[in-house]
């Protein structure tokens, strides 16, 4: 049994027929062959981002990785023609990946809303609304 990269190379070089743009762009191919190229331990580590005239630009999660990588290149590269069934792929690029932040906002909201719990006002705008007011009023000596 043919892989699915493999029937659709045939395919698109045959010209027998058409297939939509998507399916036959060689970065789309390429980078959906990674999983199987690389194996699900690998993959869990990896991101194929784009694919530059032949090469594939893999991110990878730091400089560990990368080196290990580097030193299994020649046998990704092959099972990637395999999965593929040509050699759409002849270099692989590992660089590590940017440091993804978490969502600060989040984290600001969160802590508002637990310091409104206190007072036992659950809306934080409400919260700053109620302090204010508290604020103001033992300014003037109201409480």
């Known amino acids: 049994m043919q892989r699915a990269g493999r029937l659709i190379g045939k395919l698109t070089?045959?010209?027998?027929?058409?297939?939509?743009?998507?399916?036959?762009?060689?970065e789309t191919?390429?980078?959906?062959?990674?999983?199987?190229a690389a194996g699900k331990k690998i993959a869990e580590h990896t991101r194929p981002t784009v694919l530059v005239?032949?090469?594939l630009i893999v991110e990878v999660e730091d400089m560990v990785?990368?080196?290990?990588l580097n030193t299994l290149r020649h046998f990704l590269l092959r099972n990637l023609t395999k999965t593929l069934g040509e050699d759409l792929v002849t270099e692989i690029d590992f660089?590590?990946?940017?440091?993804?932040?978490?969502?600060?906002?989040?984290?600001?909201?969160?802590?508002?809303v637990a310091a409104n719990r206190i007072d036992g006002i659950g809306d934080p705008v409400l919260g700053v609304l109620?302090?204010?007011?508290?604020?103001?009023?033992?300014?003037?000596?109201?409480?």
Request: net charge positive.
């Open 65 to 68: 990785w990368q080196r290990q």
């Open 130 to 143: 109620y302090r204010q007011s508290a604020q103001q009023s033992k300014k003037r000596g109201i409480a």
């Open 13 to 26: 070089t045959s010209g027998k027929m058409k297939l939509s743009p998507a399916m036959t762009d060689p």
């Open 53 to 55: 005239r032949s090469t």
């Open 95 to 112: 660089r590590p990946a940017p440091k993804r932040r978490p969502a600060q906002m989040e984290m600001q909201a969160t802590s508002n």
């Open 29 to 36: 191919r390429a980078r959906a062959a990674w999983q199987v």
